[in-house]
């Protein structure tokens, strides 16, 4: 079972940038899909990307595509998410996730089931 844990949320002007991180434990990172998910208040989860277990493809919904960016050390155990031109409508907990099979694409939202607790962003005006 993999334990995961987020940081580097914050509040920020909109227009700037965070820098996600997530620390995976418990199993063999390097061969398990990751993704990003996000909850703003009112709505339910939703899949902002994904990136494959080797690191070599990356996946993202139509609202950050161009300004996200998702990416991993295998070495660190870790799965970062850099936030760009961030807006208002990015305000959300952030969320990382863990495939539930190794060796995947980490396009599918559906096929991720570990979940860490979450990470709050908030964007200013």
């Known amino acids: 079972q993999v334990q995961l844990v987020e940081s580097g949320g914050g509040l920020v002007q909109a227009g700037g940038s965070l820098r996600l991180s997530c620390a995976a434990s418990?199993?063999?990172?390097?061969?398990?899909?990751m993704g990003w998910f996000r909850q703003a208040p009112g709505k339910e989860r939703a899949f902002v990307g994904g990136i494959n277990w080797s690191g070599t493809s990356t996946y993202y919904a139509d609202s950050v595509k161009g300004r996200f960016t998702i990416y991993r050390d295998n070495a660190k155990n870790t799965v970062y998410l850099h936030l760009r031109s961030l807006k208002l409508e990015d305000t959300a907990v952030y969320y990382c996730?863990?495939?539930?099979?190794?060796?995947?694409?980490?396009?599918?939202?559906?096929?991720?089931?570990?979940w860490g607790q979450g990470t709050q962003v908030t964007v200013s005006s």
């Open positions: 418990g199993r063999t990172f390097s061969t398990y899909a």
């Open positions: 996730a863990a495939d539930l099979r190794p060796y995947g694409l980490g396009y599918d939202p559906d096929t991720f089931g570990s």
